[in-house]
């Protein structure tokens, strides 16, 4: 599902970042799902920086993941979405998404359920799919 066209005005100063082993991709814990489970048995609500042409490693939708564009972009095997673009992944798809080159993209994500990073499980420190502690 995608909706497209919202207008938003983003201010990031003074949003506390958490890097990862990715270098480029960085989160900030906005909320994380009550219950048992560790890493991938846990979803959260999230924001996520990646730099201009910087993936994020592809990983499967143990729930339902709904993702805005708050400024940038990024592309995954389904299409292209910019500032603005509401998506929607069903549980159980894979995708891989990268930021378009030439422009930070930052995003609000909530994953249901948490994900399961595929092909990379020395990945430390990505949200929804390892325990998420204070800093």
């Given at each position: ?111 249901r359920g948490g994900i399961e ?8 420190g990505l949200p929804f799919s ?5 800093p």
């Amino acid at each position: 599902m995608l909706h497209t066209g919202l207008e938003l005005r983003v201010r990031w100063e003074g949003v506390s970042w958490r890097s990862t082993s990715i270098p480029g991709v960085e989160w900030s814990l906005l909320a994380e799902e009550p219950g048992e489970g560790r890493g991938a048995a846990r979803g959260a609500t999230v924001l996520i920086r990646m730099a201009g042409g910087v993936g994020y490693p592809a990983h499967r939708h143990l729930g339902i993941e709904e993702v805005l564009v708050l400024a940038g972009g990024y592309r995954d095997e389904a299409g292209e979405y910019r500032a603005g673009d509401y998506v929607r992944y069903p549980p159980g798809s894979v995708h891989a998404p990268v930021a378009l080159e030439g422009q930070e993209c930052l995003l609000y994500a909530s994953a249901r359920g948490g994900i399961e990073v595929l092909g990379a499980p020395e990945a430390p420190g990505l949200p929804f799919s390892e325990p998420q502690e204070d800093p």
